[in-house]
Each structure stands twice: as C-alpha cells, then as structure tokens.
Nanobody, 119 residues
Framework: QVQLVESGGGLVQAGGSLRLSCAASGTIFNIIAMGWYRQAPGKQRELVALATNVGAPNYADSVKGRFTISRDNAENTVHLQMNSLKPEDTAVYYC?????????????WGQGTQVTVSS
C-alpha cells in the first residue's frame, strides 16, 4: 500500500503564492515520476507539473514561469511552489506518484487539496 499525504492548499488573493507538499509512504520502490494534477469544477483533471527521472520537469503551458516543481528523492516528497496565482488556478490539486514494477507501472493519487484564488 502507498499513501500520499498532501498539504499546503488554501485561500489566497490573486498575485499571491502557495506551496503544496506531498509525502509518500508505505511500500515505495522504483519511483519514475512524481507530480501534480488539478481539477476545477466541471472540468477534467489536467497535468500541472511532472518531475520524472529523466530530463527537465514538464509543466502545463498555463503555469510555466509561475509554478516550480521540486522532488526530494531521499524523502519521497514532491513540492509545488505556486507564484503569481490567478483565479483560474482555482482547483483541487492532486499529488501523483508513479512506480515501475517488474511487470507493470503503478499509479497512485493523493486525496487532493483545495486551492482557491480570489480576484
């Protein structure tokens, strides 16, 4: 079993900053990526930022230059620094963990943390 615990969401005014954190625990092995997705009301879940083991992180175009993802591989944690927040960033943010086993990849999600940006 794998547990992902998120923290750091909340209410902030437009232009402000928040930092999300996610800690993974349980049976952790061969992590290939950790990242963040979000889902706004009435919309599909979308990628925000993903840090893989190869190359630079991937960001949604809408957050490039404003959000920064970072991983601590020793602690199995991932953080998302969100600056210059906009009302359209309002959503539930989900931590995502991917591990590679011998026969398959495994995908885990956190419970989600609400981010609300007021105008």
């Amino acid at each position: 079993q794998v547990q992902l615990v998120e923290s750091g969401g909340g209410l902030v005014q437009a232009g402000g900053s928040l930092r999300l954190s996610c800690a993974a625990s349980g049976t952790i092995f061969n992590i290939i990526a950790m990242g963040w997705y979000r889902q706004a009301p009435g919309k599909q879940r979308e990628l925000v930022a993903l840090a893989t083991n190869v190359g630079a992180p991937n960001y949604a175009d809408s957050v490039k230059g404003r959000f920064t993802i970072s991983r601590d591989n020793a602690e199995n944690t991932v953080h998302l620094q969100m600056n210059s927040l906009k009302p359209e960033d309002t959503a539930v943010y989900y931590c995502n963990l991917r591990m590679r086993g011998r026969m398959a990849d495994y995908n885990y999600w956190g419970q989600g943390t609400q981010v609300t940006v007021s105008s």
